[in-house]
């Protein structure tokens, strides 16, 4: 760990749920309050690339990014897909927490979920709400199986509209969701990504090598990250796909904020807007991102970080 006088920079092991699991900590201004990032995926890992659009949090939180159980530095061969369900890491979730909160003498924290992160956050939200400030969703899941199948039919209609036939066809092969393997999924959201409904510019793999940073990444992470990825969704989508929000987690007492893409189309952004509607929740809004898909946070970062910095002191107790 590098610390200076105001600063905290590190990378460390810990022990989650009777699993070695990777957290990164740093801040310029560690009498601020936590902010604790619950990465995407299953499995897209973000601590090698989250340093560089992060850095103005630095300033206002300490700002912590974790390498989930299976995904990037905390994936190992001996995890048993017996392990990996949803109720596994909202305990790892709660125990990192409350490691956070003991260690750095806080109370609570801010916590941000992003896709697959979101319905842990949301869930986090509701079971834990004596753990958190407020609760800060990117590209919230609400409804996988409804959501999968408005992003099919986005991508079609764009397809149709482009005359791509090679789209077409093999959307067309594919079906309308739930599909029957990984392989269907990976062809629809290869178009969704042509069609500009991941990303508005650029995509998610130009996306990582732009953030990058050679201090926080190696060649055997590299292939940790890709294995993590391939397990973690292997592991976890069937049960992904069947969650629904807007039924498990009908109300929160903690307040609650979607920062939405209005080109999200991976996790199509109207099911954000149905469920804010009938969230009951002491605060509720949707901060909207004009320029941005699924990826807000690194799509617009300023305005992303911005938004964060402008919580503390209203949502602090």
């Given at each position: 760990?590098?610390?200076?006088?105001?600063?905290?920079?590190?990378?460390?092991?810990?022990?989650?749920?009777?699993?070695?699991?990777?957290?990164?900590?740093?801040?310029?201004?560690?009498?601020?309050?936590?902010?604790?990032?619950?990465?995407?995926?299953?499995?897209?890992?973000?601590?090698?690339?989250?340093?560089?659009?992060?850095?103005?949090?630095?300033?206002?939180?300490?700002?912590?990014?974790?390498?989930?159980?299976?995904?990037?530095?905390?994936?190992?061969?001996?995890?048993?897909?017996?392990?990996?369900?949803?109720?596994?890491?909202?305990?790892?979730?709660?125990?990192?927490?409350?490691?956070?909160?003991?260690?750095?003498?806080?109370?609570?924290?801010?916590?941000?979920?992003?896709?697959?992160?979101?319905?842990?956050?949301?869930?986090?939200?509701?079971?834990?709400?004596?753990?958190?400030?407020?609760?800060?969703?990117?590209?919230?899941?609400?409804?996988?199986?409804?959501?999968?199948?408005?992003?099919?039919?986005?991508?079609?209609q764009q397809a149709i509209k482009s005359n791509n036939n090679k789209a077409i066809q093999e959307l067309k092969r594919i079906g309308l969701p739930p599909y029957p393997d990984l392989n269907s999924a990976g062809i629809q959201r290869k178009w969704l990504s042509i069609f500009k409904g991941t990303m508005r510019k650029g995509n998610i793999y130009k996306t990582i090598l732009a953030n990058m940073t050679l201090s926080d990444v190696s060649i055997s992470y590299i292939l940790k990250f890709v294995k993590g990825i391939m397990f973690s969704l292997q592991s976890l989508d069937n049960e992904q796909m069947n969650i629904n929000l807007m039924q498990e987690v009908p109300r929160v007492t903690v307040p609650v904020y979607f920062c939405e893409g209005k080109y999200d189309y991976t996790v199509p952004f109207e099911l954000a807007e149905e469920y804010i509607k009938v969230l009951e929740a002491p605060q509720k809004r949707i901060v909207w991102f004009d320029n941005s898909g699924h990826l807000p946070n690194f799509e617009e970062p300023k305005k992303f970080n911005d938004f964060c910095i402008s919580l503390l002191g209203k949502n602090e107790a």
């Amino acid at each position: 760990m590098r610390t200076l006088a105001s600063c905290i920079d590190s990378l460390e092991k810990i022990q989650l749920g009777g699993c070695e699991q990777w957290i990164s900590i740093r801040s310029r201004q560690p009498e601020g309050p936590i902010l604790l990032f619950l990465h995407g995926g299953p499995g897209t890992a973000q601590i090698f690339f989250s340093r560089k659009p992060q850095r103005e949090l630095e300033h206002h939180f300490i700002v912590v990014n974790w390498d989930q159980r299976g995904s990037g530095k905390s994936y190992n061969k001996n995890i048993k897909q017996s392990e990996m369900t949803i109720d596994t890491f909202l305990h790892d979730t709660q125990e990192l927490i409350e490691y956070l909160t003991k260690r750095f003498n806080k109370e609570k924290i801010f916590l941000v979920g992003h896709s697959w992160g979101s319905i842990l956050g949301m869930k986090l939200a509701a079971s834990r709400p004596d753990l958190i400030f407020a609760y800060i969703g990117i590209g919230q899941i609400v409804d996988m199986k409804k959501g999968e199948i408005v992003s099919y039919n986005y991508t079609l209609q764009q397809a149709i509209k482009s005359n791509n036939n090679k789209a077409i066809q093999e959307l067309k092969r594919i079906g309308l969701p739930p599909y029957p393997d990984l392989n269907s999924a990976g062809i629809q959201r290869k178009w969704l990504s042509i069609f500009k409904g991941t990303m508005r510019k650029g995509n998610i793999y130009k996306t990582i090598l732009a953030n990058m940073t050679l201090s926080d990444v190696s060649i055997s992470y590299i292939l940790k990250f890709v294995k993590g990825i391939m397990f973690s969704l292997q592991s976890l989508d069937n049960e992904q796909m069947n969650i629904n929000l807007m039924q498990e987690v009908p109300r929160v007492t903690v307040p609650v904020y979607f920062c939405e893409g209005k080109y999200d189309y991976t996790v199509p952004f109207e099911l954000a807007e149905e469920y804010i509607k009938v969230l009951e929740a002491p605060q509720k809004r949707i901060v909207w991102f004009d320029n941005s898909g699924h990826l807000p946070n690194f799509e617009e970062p300023k305005k992303f970080n911005d938004f964060c910095i402008s919580l503390l002191g209203k949502n602090e107790a």
